[in-house]
């Protein structure tokens, strides 16, 4: 039976862990390389950076970054944030990355989406949905959360399963930063409304949001705070699912 | 030691050098090329792919005498080979992805799509799922069965003879996650991404 997963994510910045776990025997705590290596021996099933990297002078870092860790860490790993073209993918891809979180181009410029799955094929592209409550629905919202877009987010995630996203990473922009949970409702009708896996990102405070999540409908749930600042192990949240009987990699 | 892995632009193999070279540390070599000479010349052959079926057999395809040159290293000299996800699909003979397209034909059967009963069981079949290992194979020594493998695909392997199945994992149905015809392994999942249970299934190729 295939099991659910879960993904820590890092923030990382020029090439550094922003937010990150912070544990005192951390030789460097800003190496992402040594974070996603712990996550990894920890049990993640797969590992998330989101590049956020402000000045395009130091956009190359996240290569090495991404470069370093797939020497280390044998689970896949995603990498989203900044991603504007299929060259940028290709260049992930040749770096070690396994798969591209796509958001503001793919909103942009659905080709990209379209181009790069066929290239790369459909299992390495992720498109990234940022979406926020609106007259009773959800509107996406581009560049990190900053611009909105008019755009119907459920419009627009069966608009990307057609152009060949082998995933969408749903983010509640509403919940997100706030620990009180997912968005389900956003969850559950996208992951009902599309056939291929949706990770559900944005709001976990608490190991039974993550049970939510995936009761929702979700294949993977993606957390950062919780693990981040040490609340909860990669182990514990997965000890915690399988208590409550839901399929998890032990 | 020699193993090549075959780089045909089959997409991404970063992760599967970088695995096979985490295994091998200094005590084996790991070439990756598409230079026909040093495929003949070396020990074992690992064939990855990602992308379908059909820009797989094409990229073979466009590289001249790589397919002849894969017959010779595994079928008329019997050398260990290794294909990974689209890597072992190739081995069939024909494959219904975009357009139905010819196989390497090394195991006769077809890839097609998995039935998803009416959209019942998500694709791609993305994520960890368990070996359920059904005859002894080589490649699986230490591997405990029911270990935890890393699958993403939405094609899948349908050989005519079962014999050659090794380990199945449930999905939908009953899919065929690895193989082993004589010198031929191929795993329908990624041991370069199935942490240390993947390792170990490198290193017992490496090792064979």
Known sequence: MLKNRIIPCLDVKNGRVVKGINFIDLKDAGDPVEQAKIYSDGGADEICFLDITASNENRHTIYDVVDRTSKKCFVPLTVGGGVRSVEDINKLLNCGADKVSINTAAVQNAKVVEDSSRKFGSQCIVVAIDAKRKDGGWEIFTHGGRNSTGINALEFASKMEKCGAGELLVTSMDKDGTQSGYDIELTQKISSMVNIPVIASGGVGTLDHLVDGIKSGASAVLAASIFHYGTYSVNQAKQYLASKDIPVRI | ?208
Not at chain 2, 136 to 153: A, C, L, Q, R, T
Not at chain 2, 182 to 199: C, M, R, V, W
């Open chain 2, 1 to 208: 030691m020699n193993v090549t892995i075959v780089d045909y632009n089959s997409g991404n193999i970063s992760s599967v050098i970088n695995s096979f070279k985490e295994v091998a540390k200094d005590k084996v070599n790991i070439e990756v090329t598409s230079d026909l000479n040093k495929i003949k010349s070396s020990d074992k052959v690992v064939l990855p792919g990602q992308g379908s079926f059909k820009s797989c057999v094409d990229a073979l395809n466009n590289i001249s005498g790589l397919v002849d040159t894969l017959n010779e290293f595994a079928i008329d000299n019997k050398k260990p080979l290794l294909g990974i996800c689209v890597g072992l699909q190739m081995f069939a003979d024909v494959g219904y992805e975009e357009l139905e397209t010819k196989g390497l034909g090394w195991i006769s059967g077809k890839v097609s799509k998995i039935d998803n009963q009416n959209g019942k069981y998500k694709l791609p079949h993305i994520g960890w799922n368990e070996l359920n290992i059904v005859k002894d194979s080589k490649i699986f020594k230490g591997i405990e069965n029911n270990s935890h493998m890393y699958f993403v695909h939405s094609y899948e392997l349908i050989p005519n003879d079962k014999n050659v199945v090794s380990a199945i994992t449930d999905y939908s149905s009953n899919i065929v996650c690895s193989i082993e015809k004589e010198n031929i392994f191929g795993t329908q999942f990624h041991p370069e991404k199935s942490d240390k249970a993947g390792l170990k299934i490198i290193d017992n190729f490496i090792n064979l």
